[in-house]
């Protein structure tokens, strides 16, 4: 099944603590996106990548580290940065530069709580 | 100024009946335009995608698209109780972002 996964779905840190939450897609898509979600809120958008080795700074990016080392996989570190990490966080990719390139498709998302 | 704009409702509708879902944007360059839905604890999955003036329909959906106004809909019609999420509505603004609005919450009675 082609699609997109997010681990854990529920994730519970520590103050102080570093945390990655892993995203990987099968849909042989060029960019993937992390954004966050609060309660009664839009989605913000983290960090975005649109080739592997290349990422950028989205909109709310302080606290959060990113890589993007295979086409596959796009994890996101959550630092001790960040003072308000509780939220919903959701992974998205789209193809770019096939299809409907500018056309975003979402994993499960992962449920970060801070205890 | 909000980029993208959705009353946040709750807009309640009785099952059967057309549902109708509004979003502004302000970038007028604005070329792609998205609506998800999402259920309450879920990821948001895509309904439809318009990049054209007018309407676009998919079964009980249509989009319509009013550049000239910077306005886009979505009209659900005969709507059914497992329709009850939220709607999120999302517009490309260049560099392959999209820009999300706050959602409508669509509550469909029996």
């Known amino acids: 099944d082609g699609g997109i996964t997010q681990s854990p779905k529920y994730l519970f840190r520590k103050e102080g603590q570093n945390v990655t939450l892993s995203c990987e897609q099968n849909l042989n898509h060029d960019a993937m996106y992390w954004y966050r979600q609060d309660p009664g809120q839009g989605l913000r958008l983290i960090y975005y990548s649109q080739i592997v080795n290349d990422f950028q700074k989205g909109d709310i990016a302080e606290g959060y580290s990113v890589s993007r080392e295979k086409k596959e996989s796009f994890p996101l570190t959550v630092t001790s940065a960040q003072k308000n990490p509780t939220a919903f966080y959701l992974c998205?990719?789209?193809?770019?530069?096939?299809?409907?390139?500018?056309?975003?498709?979402f994993g499960p998302g992962t449920r970060l709580t801070v205890l | 100024q909000k980029e993208v704009e959705q009353n946040s409702g709750p807009l309640s509708v009785p099952e059967g009946a057309i549902a109708s879902l509004n979003c502004t944007y302000s970038d007028r360059v604005s070329q792609s335009f998205f609506w998800y839905r999402q259920y309450s604890g879920k990821s948001p999955e895509l309904i439809m995608s318009?990049?054209?003036?007018g309407d676009k329909e998919d079964g009980r959906f249509t989009a319509q698209l009013n550049k000239a106004s910077q306005y886009v809909s979505l009209l659900i019609r005969d709507s059914q109780p497992s329709d009850s999420a939220t709607y999120l509505c999302a517009v490309n603004t260049g560099f392959q972002k999209l820009v999300f609005g706050t959602g409508t919450r669509l509550l469909v009675s029996p």
């Open positions: 318009i990049y054209s003036n």
């Open positions: 998205a990719s789209s193809p770019r530069t096939s299809g409907s390139p500018d056309t975003q498709y």
